[in-house]
């Protein structure tokens, strides 16, 4: 019971966390998953939990997404997670979570970079990044960092960048889940105990909607960099744990 308490503390944490800043959930909610679930048991649970988590942002922002967007990243990446997350058991996690961190620590220079340039993606380069980042969630427990710079860059800011990264990755999430079943990979306490978590994730959601509508876009911004710093940290000390 103390530990259901606390990862549903941590939920509703990161929940929170997530619907200011657009990511970050996982990441937070992963470690504690694993040592009270076990880590087998972890990466659909939070799936599960994630797609919950992101249907709430979609709710509290839904009047302000970009479904253009949605559908382009969408297109590609609904495939490549399904293929992600077939490919998951037959690559070495620590390696992953190695790239993925030195790459989400570089998207911060990248990033500043391409908005003191006002470089903007177009829909097509959208899809194409969405055929990446959507192979990579199917691999990995989150890639909403990946996610973060494209949608930035797209034109999308406050609760039009939450709601429609939150739609796109829903699609994502699907796709995954719906290859774990395949798979046999989501016996019913899974699924129970991802729809508990996700639930604590969709409370946290609503109550940060207050803070998101009193950030400046220069604020905004400066949490996506401390977004991407945490999570590339994260990953890179997951990846030196394993090694």
């Known amino acids: 019971m103390i530990s259901y308490g606390l990862v549903l503390a941590l939920g509703l944490i990161a929940g929170a966390i997530s619907g ?17 679930f076990g880590p087998k048991q972890a990466v ?7 797609i919950l988590g992101n249907i709430s942002r979609v709710l509290v922002w839904f009047r302000e997404i970009d479904w253009r967007a ?49 470089y903007t ?8 990044i969405g055929l990446f980042v959507g192979f990579l969630t199917g691999l990995v427990i989150s890639t909403g960092p990946l996610s973060v710079p494209a949608f930035l860059a797209y ?39 991802g729809a508990i978590v996700g639930l604590s994730l969709a409370a946290g959601t609503f109550i940060s909607k207050v803070y998101v509508k009193r950030l400046s876009g220069t604020d905004f911004r400066r949490l996506m960099d401390l977004a991407l710093l945490a999570s590339g940290s994260a990953l890179i000390w ?3 744990r394993q090694f």
Do not use: C, H, W
């Open 155 to 193: 034109g999308l800011t406050g609760g039009a960048f939450i709601a429609t990264e939150a739609a796109s990755a829903f699609m994502l999430y699907v796709s995954k889940t719906a290859t774990f079943q395949s798979l046999g990979a989501l016996p019913g306490t899974v699924i129970l105990n």
């Open 44 to 50: 659909p649970i939070m799936a599960i939990a994630a």
């Open 121 to 128: 993606l177009t829909l097509g380069q959208l899809a194409l």
């Open 20 to 36: 200011v800043i657009g990511t970050g959930s996982s990441i937070i909610l992963l470690p504690v998953l694993a040592i009270t």
């Open 70 to 118: 949605v559908l382009a990243y969408s297109a590609t990446g609904v495939p490549a997670a399904a293929l992600g997350a077939r490919t998951l058991i037959s690559l070495p996690n620590a390696v992953i979570d190695l790239i993925l961190g030195g790459f989400f620590l570089l998207m911060i220079p990248a990033r500043r970079a391409l908005a003191r340039r006002e």
């Open 238 to 240: 997951s990846a030196a």
